[in-house]
Each structure stands twice: as C-alpha cells, then as structure tokens.
C-alpha cells in the first residue's frame, strides 16, 4: 500500500469516529446542496444527489438536514451559494496536491489555501500544473466484514467496476469516474451495502518523503483538511507506514 492509500485510509477512518462530526456533517451539506443546485431534486433523476445523500446517511446525518440541504439547493428554502474550486500546487518535497474546496467566497478561499501552502513549505500552482500527475476514478468502499472477497469480486466486476482491493475494513471498487454512479446503482441492486461512494485522484507517480519532510507534509495535509472550505485533497506522496503511523 502507498503512503497516499495509506493515508486516504487513515483520513477515512477518523471521519468514521470524528467527535467534531458537525465539520464533516457541513462538508456533506454542501454537497447535498450543489448537487440539487445542478441536478435537481429527484434522487433517481440525480445521482451525483443520489450519492452524496447516500454518503450522508452511512454518516448517520440527520433526515432532516438532509432535507433542508435538498431545499437549499433548489431554492425552496433560503441558503448560501457554494460554488466549486480546484487548486493545484506543491507541497514539502515537491509533492503535487489537487485540493477540491466548495466556497461562498471564492477570494478568502484562494487567500487561506495560498496560505496553508506557504506556511507549510508548498506553493500554489497554476491550473493543469499537476492535475496530469492523477487519474481520475470514481471509489466504492463496501464494509469487508459483510461479504466474502471472491464473491463480491464477481458482483463488482458485473456491476462494471474497473478493479477491486482489499484495504483493512473496506473493499475498495475502482470505475472509471464517468461510471461511478452507475456502478454503485447496480451493486445497490444486487443487494450489496455501500458505505460510501466519491471521486477520487488516484496518483500515477509517488514522490517518496522522510524525515521532516515527511512529518511537514502530513502537517500541511492536516492543516487543509481542518479548512471548512475543503471538500478533499489528493496528493502523490509515499512514505513508510511506519513513520506515518507515529506522526498521524
């Protein structure tokens, strides 16, 4: 496993036990909320809604803030205007991050990414400076205890999954980004339980990181994450499992 899967892992995991569960609950909203904005209310007409409300149960959300985050996107009810931003730059090392923000206010936004990037030894890049760097895919976490690997294999494959991995207590499914929506419709209908379902940035190179340098990246990694404004990060980093361990 590399660093960056490594920590993708660990981010996940604390996001399932958050004691601050109203951060991740705000994230979430503002994804509900876009994704009525651009498609509507019909769960079965809008599967980007479809997925994010999905996500939101499986974080035990509230039905009724889910409801209201529908309204506020279809302007049934009175609410702020997000909209979506991608940065891309370099972290300690020469990592490349692509951070994904949703923002009331696009310039404090810039401002405060520009500055947890400097604070932490990295720079804010133009846009395509480092998006070549990743693939995008779409990413299907199904609880490994529930299913056997070889017989869930088989019905991600049918479902139209692209490939499938084993990482601690989930089963990752890969499709291609397109096909995310579609994929996870098919596994829901052959009964399979889904935890969460998002598009991620898989790296197609890693730049390896010790030491402080190591311990710098994780810093700034944290620091984004603790930004209201981001929705994820993705970085191509590796670093041992061992060293992350201790810092995280």
Partial sequence: MSGHSKWANIKFRKERQDAQRGKVFGKLIKEITIAARLGGSDLDA???LRTAVQNAKAQNMPAKNIENAILKGTGELPGTVYEEVAFEGYG????????????????????????????YGGNLGETGSVSW?????????????????????LTAIDAGADDFKVEDEFYEIYTRFEDLHKVSSNLENAGIEIDSAEITMVPQNLVELTGKTAEQLLRLMDALEDNDDVQNM???????????????
């Fill in 92 to 119: 300690p090392g020469g990592v490349a991050l692509y951070i994904t923000t949703t923002t009331d206010n696009r310039n404090r936004t810039v401002a405060e990414i520009r500055h947890l990037l400097s604070k």
């Fill in 46 to 48: 809008n599967p980007r």
């Fill in 133 to 153: 760097v990743f693939e995008k895919k779409g990413l299907i976490r199904v609880p490994s205890e529930k299913y056997k690997e070889d017989e869930l294999m």
């Fill in 234 to 248: 993705f970085a191509n980093f590796d670093i041992d499992e061992t060293l992350m361990e201790k810092i995280q």
